[in-house]
């Protein structure tokens, strides 16, 4: 199916945007550092200090755009990635391929709200803006956890990524590759999610959480998905938590 002259436009609207590359703690501090460079700009200014005072007031305008986008251009010519710093990432890679074109399976994963249907682990996930979701998880025993995410790539039919915001429960981030497969046999799926357990009371939920996603559950999430979009069918049988 040929995406729309809207959906076309919406693809070009999202690659000019500006990619998140600056980490929770770094947009705050950023946030505060520019305004305080902003207001002694100002105060220079008013004692006609002016070459000081403008080059503050930059300054301080760089460093707020920074903390309110989350993006950093010097961060970005460095290929340098601080929304995640955590030493103790949990990281699952898995690859499926599928019959069908790119473009197909990379629509079915853009509509978000697929995920659970074929993601074990995933109760819900709702679209709450044009990049950002709420995500409910659950686990063994019971254990559920919840996240606000927002995505920072999105390009049409050949790749999806996303991180968590906020506080999160499991704070997390994840890519999705949508790449034509050898001999025209339809579409290789690469998916990579790296969990960043936190500490505390906090970190045993998540690490239990953690149990129930794994390679193993990874590899067979992405086979209900080839299922799904292959034969047109999808499991019935009710999740089961050990």
Same mark, same amino acid.
């Given at each position: 199916?040929?995406?729309?002259?809207?959906?076309?436009?919406?693809?070009?609207?999202?690659?000019?945007?500006?990619?998140?590359?600056?980490?929770?703690?770094?947009?705050?501090?950023?946030?505060?550092?520019?305004?305080?460079?902003?207001?002694?700009?100002?105060?220079?200014?008013?004692?006609?200090? $002016?070459?000081?005072?403008?080059?503050?007031?930059?300054?301080?305008?760089?460093?707020?755009?920074?903390?309110? !986008?989350?993006?950093?251009?010097? $961060?970005?010519?460095?290929?340098?990635?601080?929304?995640? !710093?955590?030493?103790?990432?949990?990281?699952?890679?898995?690859?499926?391929?599928?019959?069908?074109?790119?473009?197909?399976? $990379?629509?079915? *994963?853009?509509?978000?709200?697929?995920?659970?249907?074929?993601?074990?682990?995933?109760?819900?996930?709702?679209?709450?803006?044009?990049?950002?979701?709420?995500?409910?998880?659950?686990?063994?025993?019971?254990?559920?956890?919840? *996240?606000?995410?927002?995505?920072?790539?999105?390009?049409?039919?050949?790749?999806?990524? *996303?991180?968590?915001?906020?506080?999160?429960?499991?704070?997390?981030?994840?890519?999705?590759?949508?790449?034509?497969?050898?001999?025209?046999?339809?579409?290789?799926?690469?998916?990579?999610?790296?969990? $960043?357990?936190?500490?505390?009371?906090?970190?045993?939920?998540?690490?239990? %959480?953690?149990?129930?996603?794994?390679?193993?559950? %990874?590899?067979?999430? %992405?086979?209900? %998905?080839?299922?799904?979009?292959?034969?047109?069918?999808?499991?019935?049988?009710?999740?089961?938590?050990?």
């Amino acid at each position: 199916m040929e995406p729309s002259e809207t959906e076309r436009g919406q693809s070009r609207e999202w690659r000019r945007e500006k990619r998140v590359n600056v980490g929770p703690a770094e947009r705050k501090a950023s946030v505060v550092g520019g305004a305080a460079l902003a207001v002694s700009g100002l105060r220079c200014i008013s004692k006609r200090n $002016y070459a000081s005072g403008l080059a503050m007031m930059i300054a301080g305008g760089m460093f707020l755009y920074r903390g309110q !986008t989350g993006h950093c251009g010097i $961060y970005d010519a460095m290929g340098v990635d601080t929304v995640h !710093t955590h030493n103790s990432a949990l990281t699952i890679t898995k690859a499926v391929t599928i019959g069908l074109p790119p473009q197909d399976v $990379y629509e079915f *994963w853009r509509n978000l709200e697929n995920l659970p249907r074929f993601m074990r682990h995933l109760e819900s996930v709702q679209v709450t803006g044009a990049r950002t979701s709420h995500w409910k998880a659950v686990g063994p025993g019971g254990i559920s956890a919840e *996240w606000d995410a927002e995505m920072m790539e999105d390009v049409p039919g050949q790749q999806i990524s *996303w991180h968590s915001v906020g506080e999160a429960d499991v704070p997390n981030k994840g890519s999705v590759e949508f790449k034509e497969a050898p001999g025209h046999r339809g579409t290789e799926v690469k998916v990579s999610i790296d969990y $960043y357990p936190p500490g505390g009371g906090a970190g045993k939920v998540a690490a239990k %959480l953690a149990q129930g996603i794994n390679a193993q559950q %990874l590899e067979e999430d %992405l086979k209900r %998905l080839k299922q799904i979009l292959e034969v047109g069918e999808e499991t019935t049988a009710r999740r089961t938590v050990e």
